[in-house]
């Protein structure tokens, strides 16, 4: 099954950032509850992953309870009296790996007039990343610690640097796929670097996109 539950807006214009987002977006705040209400944010310039080996079990599980405060779904879900998102049982096979999962961000551009100028959204290349790059950091909610990983440059003079491809001009016809953890991946397996073999021997997905907005 395929279920939507988090929604960011993000915009350079100095002007926008820190607004509440329009009605195509689920304003918390007018259902009463304490939620915060979605805010428009600065692009994220910091090269980085959205989940890690610890937080997107963690996640999972999470959305398989009752949502926390910042959960952009909790309103929609307390109104249809649902105790949480997704199955309980259905998170716990997959979390006992009997069941594959993934996180997929769907990036697109809200204009309908113009198109992504700056900053596009750039990914790095899987295969030119291995976990000797990656750092773990921490965001601290009110009721959740999430947990992303930073990829820095490779520090062996021997490596390559890591190689980009970004997206340049996107328009509102045009979406972008980024996977954001994939349990069967190469780092979900523990493997040194990202595409390799899983557990089983296989020639396994990439994990997940190291992803970044920059300055074209």
């Not at 979605?38 to 994220?44: E, I, K, L, S």
């Not at 926390?68 to 716990?92: E, F, G, H, W």
């Not at 045009?174 to 953890?181: G, P, R, T």
């Amino acid at each position: 099954c395929v279920c939507a539950f988090d929604h960011n807006v993000r915009s350079s214009d100095r002007a926008s950032v820190g607004k509440i987002t329009s009605k195509r977006t689920i304003n918390t705040e007018e259902e009463g509850n304490g939620s915060a209400a979605p805010q428009v944010q600065n692009p994220a310039g910091l090269v980085h992953a959205d989940y890690t080996k610890t937080s997107a079990p963690r996640r999972l599980n999470d959305l398989s309870n009752p949502p926390k405060l910042n959960d952009v779904l909790r309103p929609k879900l307390l109104a249809q009296n649902r105790k949480s998102l997704l199955d309980p049982a259905i998170v716990q096979e997959a979390l006992e790996g009997k069941r594959r999962y993934a996180f997929i961000n769907v990036w697109r551009s809200i204009d309908p007039d113009n198109p992504v100028k700056n900053p596009p959204l750039a990914c790095i290349d899987a295969t030119s990343v291995t976990v000797d790059d990656l750092r773990t950091f921490q965001i601290h909610y009110v009721d959740r610690v999430g947990e992303n990983y930073f990829a820095c440059p490779p520090s062996s003079s021997n490596r390559q640097q890591h190689a980009w491809w970004y997206y340049p001009d996107m328009t509102m016809q045009e979406a972008l796929l980024l996977k954001q953890w994939d349990s069967i991946g190469g780092v979900a397996c523990d493997a040194h670097s990202d595409g390799n073999e899983n557990g089983n021997g296989a020639k396994a997905p990439s994990t997940f996109t190291v992803h970044s907005a920059f300055i074209d």
